[in-house]
């Protein structure tokens, strides 16, 4: 049961991010941070398939963790953390066609490893 | 507290977040709003998680899985505070990612962990043991590495994938 909610997490986590990432960038850039912009960007969200998924996946993960947490301790949310950090980035490249090179792979070890070392 | 004061202290954080961020979109440089938007994530993300963290731990433990024993959580000031500056968290996350790389934003943003920890050290008493200190510097190096990369290397027109 643990390790199905950690696969759970993992996967609405990464999931939830990218689909955010792609409803956004399909909406268009958020132009200043004016209320009326900010207003116009939630407006436009609503009608967004995407980053409404996103936001029901990450939910999702959210409730997953909850329970991870009330049957197990915070060290066994762990590698949800870790794998999400990995599978997101390797998702970024080959689907979102960001660009990850060197100094972004180490930057994303780095941060998954310092985050897994915090919740030890 | 009376009622009229404890919406005057929900409110007012908002508000200077606000303030502040009009007053740095001035300026004209793309890049500065995209930076000072990974600040404001940054940033709501620490105080939104510590308020949160301040008002469970004055509620005490709650080891249940149903999400009504959690509706509890609206009852202390500094958890209801908390969730709300989670909110501005989650629409500053989204502003963001319309704007630069999700694997720029990933290790940029992860610097809210180290910093919750400090902030956990120094506000609630938390304590960080040598092995949480190598976990800080880590996360800093990420943070370093990652922000000298350009924020943002996806094409702008529509046509994008997926």
């Known amino acids: 049961m643990k390790w199905i909610l950690v696969v759970v997490i993992a996967m609405c986590n990464t999931l939830g991010d990218v689909l955010n990432t792609a409803g956004m960038k399909r909406q268009g850039e958020l132009e200043s941070l004016d209320p009326r912009s900010l207003g116009r960007m939630l407006a436009r969200i609503v009608h967004n398939p995407f980053v409404l998924g ?3 996946t990450l939910t999702v993960s959210f ?5 991870l947490l009330s049957i197990s301790n ?15 980035t390797l998702l970024a490249k080959y689907i979102l066609k960001e660009q990850v090179r060197w100094r972004r792979w180490s930057a994303v070890t780095l941060v998954a490893c310092g985050v897994v ?4 | 507290m009376s009622a009229q004061k404890y919406v005057a202290a929900l409110v007012h954080p908002i508000r200077l ?14 890049a500065h709003k995209t930076r000072l938007l990974t600040f404001l994530v940054i940033g709501s993300n620490v105080v939104g998680n510590v308020l949160l963290s301040h008002g469970m731990r004055q509620l005490g433990k709650i080891v249940s899985a149903s999400p009504l024993d959690y509706a509890r959580v609206f009852a202390n000031p500094w958890a209801v505070l908390g969730v709300l500056i989670l909110a501005v968290w989650m629409i500053c996350d989204l502003a963001l990612l319309s704007r630069a790389d999700l694997s720029f934003v990933l290790p940029v943003t992860a610097s809210s962990y180290a ?3 400090i902030a956990g050290h120094f506000l609630l008493r938390e304590r960080i043991s040598p092995i949480h200190w190598v976990g800080i510097v880590m996360i800093t190096l990420g943070v370093v590495l990652a922000e000298e990369t350009p924020a943002r290397t996806t094409n702008r027109p529509r046509e994008l994938p997926l």
């Open chain 1, 54 to 56: 996103g936001l029901g």
């Open chain 1, 63 to 67: 409730f997953a963790l909850v329970s």
């Open chain 1, 74 to 88: 915070v060290s066994f949310a762990v590698p949800a953390t870790a794998i999400s950090y990995v599978l997101e």
């Open chain 1, 117 to 120: 070392m915090l919740t030890l």
């Open chain 2, 17 to 30: 977040v606000y303030r502040l961020a009009l007053m740095k979109t001035e300026t004209p440089v793309e």
């Open chain 2, 115 to 117: 910093l919750i920890a």
